[in-house]
């Protein structure tokens, strides 16, 4: 992921992830906060207001912008995080159920979870359950692009989506869709 510009911010227990621009790949980096509360953007930031029942289908519109057929999730402290709010809301789901029987081997580590084209109705799962029950920036979720220069962060304490991205035209496409 570093050849992509992709960096680890550590910030105490938490490790978050961002672009650093970098000339070969990334000169430019794009920053958006995509939510219901403006005051969330920092300097440089553009927000988009989008209301947080319609986050879920916006990363997957995000991903399906950039034609990405995988994703790898990172949770920024562990998955045992992430796993305790988001398990009752994907408890029928056959797909989840495999990636969380793997999860509970897990559950003290932040190892990476491929995610990838058929399985992305898993990622809208667990953005709405982080929507509705998250409570601590301990239940953020890193989404990070395999091959692509893109790093969205999902926080749902504050209902809110940071991306970075080295994609001018990326950036265009998601303020129109909302």
Excluded: C
Excluded at 61 to 74: D, M, R
Aim: proline share 5%.
């Amino acid at each position: 992921m570093k050849s992509w510009g992709v960096v680890e911010r550590p910030d105490g227990d938490i490790m978050r992830f961002a672009l650093e621009a970098t000339p070969k790949v990334a000169p430019q980096i794009y920053r958006l906060v995509v939510g219901p509360d403006a005051s969330e953007a920092t300097d440089g930031e553009t927000h988009i207001e989008v209301d947080p029942a319609r986050l879920p289908e916006f990363v997957e519109g995000a991903i399906h912008l950039t034609h990405l057929n995988e994703v790898v999730l990172v949770p920024v402290t562990t998955w045992g995080a992430i796993v305790n709010i988001t398990a009752y809301d994907l408890a029928t789901d056959d797909s989840w159920l495999e990636i969380d029987a793997e999860a509970s081997l897990h559950q003290n580590r932040r190892d990476p979870l491929a995610v990838d084209s058929r399985d992305m109705h898993i990622l809208t799962a667990m953005t709405k359950a982080l929507m509705e029950h998250a409570d601590s920036p301990n239940e953020d979720l890193a989404i990070l692009a395999t091959g692509a220069s893109l790093v969205m962060e999902l926080m749902g304490r504050t209902k809110t989506l940071r991306i970075w991205s080295a994609n001018d035209m990326l950036r265009e496409r998601l303020r129109e869709q909302h």
